[in-house]
């Protein structure tokens, strides 16, 4: 079990700037989970995938926020026209099915916005 | 819409000592699961118990314990013997079960420091 891993690990641009953070969850996990973390609060979800099938979007996720999980395997975050507001910490995380199966997070990765 | 209160920002004990952070919730679903998280300062967030809505037996995990009170929507966490590894964010969270939705759904946090 080499955990969830996440790159890059921080990542600073210019307010406009399109970025894009990878994640790589747990091989055997199915389930895969992004959130995003302001500092002074918790986690706050944002999108989840059972396999390759993005099965569910939060609010938060506007327009300008896209993700994927080709092959249901690693899973991307791509964020287009960044805004000051998009700073944050981008977690992610991956599970075995089941609603009692803890949720494994990464380190995440730390956008900050010039 | 479901939320989580924690509602000690910090706390500090001290080493060898028994701390209970505090947490409630509101859902109106009936069914669902809480966890406590741990997550150290720059370090990941790693899960430290958790505990099934329907059983009334509060959950154990060595020095972690938790008070589960359905009625009051209460879930605090117990650490006892407190060590200085025990210093991070401490979330509380839950998922309700059988509504098609996989998502956490997580408190502030509480910053425990234990202190020498």
């Known amino acids: 079990d080499t955990g969830v891993s996440q790159d890059p690990r921080h990542k600073i641009t210019k307010r406009g700037q399109n970025v894009t953070f990878r994640c790589d969850p747990i091989s055997e996990h199915n389930r895969l989970y992004w959130y995003r973390q302001t500092l002074g609060q918790g986690p706050e979800f944002l999108t989840y995938f059972q396999n390759e099938a993005q099965l569910e979007k939060s609010r938060l996720l506007s327009d300008r926020f896209s993700a994927e999980r080709p092959k249901g395997s690693f899973s991307t975050l791509e964020i287009q026209r960044t805004e000051q507001g998009d700073s944050a910490m981008y977690l992610c995380a991956s599970s075995l099915g089941g609603f009692n199966q803890p949720q494994h997070f990464g380190d995440g990765t730390r956008l900050s916005i010039l | 819409a479901q939320t989580v209160t924690q509602s000690q920002p910090e706390m500090s004990v001290q080493e060898a000592e028994t701390v209970t952070l505090s947490c409630t919730y509101d859902?109106?679903?009936?069914?669902?699961?809480l966890f406590w998280y741990k997550q150290p300062p720059s370090r990941q967030m790693i899960l430290v118990i958790r505990?099934?809505?329907?059983?009334?037996q509060n959950a154990t995990e060595n020095r972690f314990s938790v008070n589960f009170q359905k009625a009051a929507k209460s879930f605090s966490l117990k650490i006892s013997d407190s060590q200085l590894g025990d210093t991070a964010m401490y979330f509380c969270a839950f998922i309700i079960t059988g509504a098609g939705s996989y998502q956490l759904t997580f408190g502030k946090g509480t910053k425990l420091s234990v202190i020498p």
């Open positions: 505990q099934e809505a329907y059983k009334q």
């Open positions: 859902t109106s679903e009936s069914n669902y699961y």
